[in-house]
């Protein structure tokens, strides 16, 4: 028995001993079939600007330039 965990593209199974945990971790990009970059190369160029909003409190509009800029839907 395990107890999944997982947001929907990175996943694992949790086998419970408390003493020994086994951690199976699944990323569906492993069973895509192929190789492709599913991330946004341009995400770093973000970055700073997002870090900037947060640091002034400005957290929503932090958080629509991580929504388009660094979060990847699949």
Do not use: C, H, S
């Amino acid at each position: 028995e395990a107890l999944p965990i997982g947001n929907g593209r990175l996943g694992a199974m949790v086998f419970g001993n408390p003493f020994k945990e086994k951690i199976q971790l699944n990323e569906n990009t492993v069973w895509a079939g192929q190789p492709y970059r599913n991330d946004n190369p341009d995400a770093k160029e973000a970055l700073p600007k997002v870090r900037q909003l947060i640091f002034d409190g400005k957290y929503n509009e932090a958080q629509d330039i991580v929504n388009d800029m660094i979060l990847i839907v699949i």
